[in-house]
């Protein structure tokens, strides 16, 4: 069956540290997975894309790699901040057969702490 | 920067009563997209809406569902006789192009079905 699994678990970290949030997915063959971030009442925010024939990318603080033959993605944010903390979702795109449309993973909430 | 717009932020409906969902996409995006999320769970694909017409759907948006492009800016999804479940957030996300751009969420409107 088809899954997409991101940390189960919050994630706690300390402030200036590096946060690591998981994206693995089985039976997909996604063209581009999308990173967003979400606070409590809010709608996605988005963040980055990368496309399945791409290794990394970067905006400023945040890093986010592609590694299709393990058919996982990793989401970086580095010297993390309070004002980090909320709920980060993992979206695949451009599955076979799937169009355009987004299938999101059920989120990493994410608390930063002084 | 632009932004997608959605009122009512909250609808409170009658079970069976109909309801209108309103989205203003951003002005030149083409692509449009219904998504909807439970309290407590994943995001999860509605519709997509593409020249005036639907190019993809979820098992979820059956024949109680429809969208609209009523003029050059609205966007809405019509539930013509609600149900309990569903009782959700309703978010809207427009995008540039149809594969791979990222599409952008609104805020979404909280529907509570009594």
């Known amino acids: 069956s088809q899954k997409i699994e991101q940390n189960s678990e919050a994630l706690n970290i300390q402030e200036g540290k590096t946060a690591t949030l998981t994206c693995n997915y089985t039976?997909?063959?996604?063209?581009?997975l999308q990173w967003y971030r979400q606070d409590p009442g809010r709608g996605p925010v988005f963040l980055l894309l990368?496309?399945?024939?791409?290794k990394e990318k970067r905006k400023e603080r945040l890093k986010v790699t592609f590694d299709t033959t393990l058919k996982q993605s990793l989401f970086h944010i580095t010297a993390s901040q309070p004002a980090d903390s909320a709920t980060y979702l993992c979206a695949l795109g451009g599955v076979t057969g799937g169009g355009n449309k987004l299938t999101f993973g059920t989120g990493t909430q994410l608390k930063v702490e002084l | 920067e632009p932004e997608v717009t959605q009122t009512p932020s909250h609808q409170v409906t009658q079970m069976g009563q109909e309801v209108i969902l309103r989205c203003v996409p951003i002005s030149n995006h083409l692509y449009f997209y219904w998504y909807r999320q439970i309290l407590g769970q994943k995001v999860e694909f509605l519709v997509s809406?593409?020249?005036?017409?639907?190019?993809?759907k979820s098992e979820i948006f059956d024949d109680q569902f429809s969208v609209e492009r009523p003029d050059g800016s609205n966007f809405t999804l019509k539930i013509r006789s609600t149900k309990l479940e569903d009782s959700a957030m309703y978010f809207c996300a427009s995008s540039e192009e149809y594969q791979g751009q990222p599409q952008h969420f609104g805020d979404g409107t909280r529907l509570s079905i009594l």
């Open positions: 990368i496309r399945e024939n791409e």
């Open positions: 809406f593409y020249n005036n017409e639907i190019s993809e």
């Open positions: 039976n997909y063959s996604p063209a581009y």
